[in-house]
């Protein structure tokens, strides 16, 4: 692995991330995150894979909890930690049995940059500091290095514009998304928060960009939903002053998960079966 990163600005970065993510943020990061999830199903060649491997049709729920738990349990403990470095093992290893385009590897690693990061300063209670989004992408780049994905952005903007050109490209309808999607919505909907749940379909709409919602067979959502969105945002950004961060994480390694693991899961059990 060549340019490791200098250990004290990735602690320093982890930190402000985990900070943000974990207890100042929560609800948001776990919107964002699903997002990144999501609109992977809208590049074809993506969802075909997904499809191919047959994991996210046979258990949509365990799947997507799956990740989002690889990702959290990553977020929790960074990336020196024994639990941090079976999370990059086990990444390694469940991708490496595939055929896999490098530009593919950057563009999913990238969402879990900008789709937050946008989703956030769109629509939650303040907009992310220059200093959390560029620690959001040291610590991503770290990962990025760990999974040995090459021609990494150095800066947001450089993030956000091969995001966007990557996007331009590839995001297309394919009936594998569409596939994915519909097994997976109400996967979606049970991750919102409560009052929200019962509108999920017209949620997950809502959330969506327009073209990644036509890609993945979705109606776009009404003009009259997200200016209510847009709405909703500007009493949250008021209502900000009053918002106190947790004080501990919200996430606890092993933790119940209601659907998938009720009474708690061990680290073995994520992923896809047979990863050694
Ligand atoms: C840095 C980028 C990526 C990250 C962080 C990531 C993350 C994950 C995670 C956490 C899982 C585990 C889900 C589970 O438990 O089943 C997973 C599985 C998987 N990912 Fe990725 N992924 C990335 C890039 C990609 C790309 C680009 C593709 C395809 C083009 C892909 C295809 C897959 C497949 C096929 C599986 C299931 C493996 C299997 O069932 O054997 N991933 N990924």
Request: glycine share 6%.
């Amino acid at each position: 692995m060549t340019n490791t990163p200098d250990p004290v600005a990735l602690a320093r970065a982890h930190e402000i991330y985990r900070y943000a993510a974990m207890f100042d943020l929560v609800r948001d990061f776990r919107v964002g995150l699903n997002l990144a999830f999501y609109r992977t199903f809208a590049v074809p060649r993506i969802a075909e894979l997904l499809v191919r491997t047959g994991e996210m049709q046979r258990q949509p729920h365990k799947r997507s909890m799956d990740t989002g738990l690889f990702m959290y349990e990553l977020i929790e403990a960074g990336f020196e930690s024994e639990r941090g470095l079976r999370v990059v093992d086990a990444l390694n290893k469940m991708h490496q049995r595939w055929p896999i385009d490098p530009e593919d590897y950057r563009y999913v690693l990238l969402t879990f940059v900008v789709v937050p990061t946008r989703w956030i300063n769109s629509y939650g209670p303040r907009p992310l500091s220059d200093r959390e989004t560029d620690a959001i992408l040291y610590f991503y780049r770290e990962l990025g290095r760990r999974m040995a994905i090459v021609n990494l952005p150095a800066t947001y903007q450089d993030a956000e514009q091969i995001f966007d050109e990557y996007e331009l490209k590839n995001v297309r309808f394919s009936s594998a998304g569409q596939a994915l999607m519909q097994t997976t919505e109400d996967v979606m909907a049970r991750q919102l928060p409560g009052p929200l749940k019962s509108a999920g379909r017209l949620l997950t709409r809502l959330i969506l960009d327009d073209y990644v919602a036509r890609a993945i067979g979705l109606k776009p959502a009404p003009r009259t939903g997200q200016a209510l969105m847009r709405a909703v945002a500007r009493i949250r950004r008021r209502r900000n002053a009053r918002r106190t961060p947790r004080n501990e994480s919200w996430f606890q390694p092993g933790r119940r998960v209601d659907g998938v693991y009720p009474g708690g899961y061990e680290f073995e059990e994520l992923g896809p079966p047979n990863l050694d």
